[in-house]
């Protein structure tokens, strides 16, 4: 009996089993969108559109507990299953695999340049090369989360292989703390995102860079890598869990570092604008690893990731013979900073 009770305590997953207490959870329930899974298993009609490759075993449409999860912009309910319709829980899922309803053509999400290359990723390391690979790929971007709403994380799971013999019902959470599996490197603090995941189809994965962060280059604009998850198919693919991209470290020119900060600013903008947000995360793991946070519904918002450089403000004023302005009494010090108004006059004047 020992030795048996030895073996299996060896056997066990204690990263899997020591789960976060679920406090504050707002849980809800969502609707296996079948319609949605069945478009993801067809692979007629795709028409270059597809991002990331089908999976091989239907198992792959599956919802697991603690993934990502989404709602197509296209969904129908199943009328079926309510003779009300319009009260039917919104349809989620989770798995990418398949995807290209409603993308347009590789060849309008990837315009060609003058060279009739469709690629965009950074072929320098200019200022000016760093701006187009930015805004090219928050286009990409844009297209994407235009079809792909998040929702939130899922809390039970949903077996595709049941279909018709289960109900089509499981629940999902927007708040409370939780625990779930990263896609890469993350630190207690961190503001972590939902993202699109690098394309895993052969065609598409040469036109994007790959974010790699901590590396010399890490070229945070790009996509992470979704990472193989316990207990699911090699080639799932889901939504993955990342920090807001880090901001860039200080280079010798002042007017160069102040530009590609506000670069880098309205990028991080991007994400909450096209809601991105996951939560707070408040306790950091290597990427595959679980992490704790507490999900936005709960979370105080904000743009942190840890690993910024210095304040905006600071590069505003660095290597000029000004100091910093302090603000005291309504008066901006000293005088050679701008100075509040009201109703047109410097405050020193009032």
Request: charged share 25%; with cysteine; hydrophobic share 35%.
């Given at each position: 009996m ?5 073996a299996n305590?060896?056997n ?6 020591n789960?976060l207490h679920?406090?504050?959870?707002i849980?809800?329930n969502v ?9 993801l298993?067809?692979?007629k009609?795709t028409?270059?559109k597809?991002?990331?490759q089908a ?9 697991c507990?603690g ?13 079926y299953?309510s003779?009300d ?5 919104i ?11 409603g993308?347009?053509?590789k ?5 060609r340049?003058?060279r009739g290359?469709?690629?965009i ?11 187009t690979?930015?805004m090219?790929?928050e286009?990409v ?8 709403h ?8 949903w077996q ?5 013999h ?6 999902g ?5 939780n625990?779930i599996?990263?896609d890469?490197?993350?630190?207690a603090?961190d ?21 790699r ?8 604009w ?5 990472v193989?998850?316990k207990g699911?198919p090699?080639?799932k693919v ?11 470290n200080v280079?010798p020119?002042?007017?160069?570092n ?26 950091g ?6 992490v ?10 904000g ?13 505003l004023?660095?290597?000029?013979d000004?100091?910093?302005p ?9 005088g050679?900073?701008?100075q ?8 020193d004047k009032?």
């Amino acid at each position: 009996m020992l030795v048996r009770a030895s073996a299996n305590m060896s056997n066990r997953d204690f990263a899997i089993s020591n789960r976060l207490h679920r406090a504050g959870a707002i849980d809800f329930n969502v609707e296996f969108p079948t319609r949605h899974a069945a478009m993801l298993k067809d692979t007629k009609g795709t028409n270059g559109k597809r991002l990331f490759q089908a999976c091989q075993d239907t198992d792959g449409l599956s919802v697991c507990e603690g993934e990502p999860i989404y709602t197509p912009k296209r969904f129908k309910g199943n009328h079926y299953t309510s003779v009300d319709s319009c009260r039917n829980p919104i349809g989620c899922i989770s798995s990418l695999n398949g995807f290209s309803q409603g993308l347009v053509s590789k060849d309008q999400m990837f315009k060609r340049d003058a060279r009739g290359s469709m690629s965009i990723k950074m072929t320098g390391s200019s200022l000016e090369d760093a701006k187009t690979a930015i805004m090219k790929h928050e286009r990409v971007r844009d297209m994407f989360f235009k079809e792909v709403h998040p929702m939130g994380v899922s809390v039970s799971k949903w077996q595709y292989s049941k279909l018709g013999h289960q109900q089509d019902q499981y629940v999902g959470t927007l708040g409370g703390m939780n625990t779930i599996y990263c896609d890469t490197d993350c630190q207690a603090g961190d503001i972590l995102v939902v993202d699109m995941p690098f394309p895993t189809e052969p065609e598409v994965a040469d036109l994007v860079d790959e974010a790699r962060p901590g590396t010399s280059t890490p070229t945070p604009w790009g996509f992470v890598k979704c990472v193989n998850k316990k207990g699911t198919p090699r080639e799932k693919v889901t939504l993955v869990v990342r920090p807001l991209p880090d901001l860039p470290n200080v280079v010798p020119s002042p007017d160069e570092n102040i530009q590609r900060r506000l670069m880098h600013e309205v990028m991080r903008s991007n994400f909450e604008r096209r809601g991105q947000i996951l939560g707070k995360c408040t306790r950091g793991a290597k990427k595959g690893e679980r992490v704790d946070l507490c999900l936005q519904a709960n979370a105080i918002g904000g743009s942190v990731n840890m690993n910024d450089s210095s304040s905006l403000l600071a590069l505003l004023f660095a290597n000029q013979d000004q100091q910093m302005p302090t603000y005291h009494a309504g008066v901006f010090q000293p005088g050679d900073a701008p100075q509040p108004t009201v109703s047109g006059e410097p405050a020193d004047k009032r």
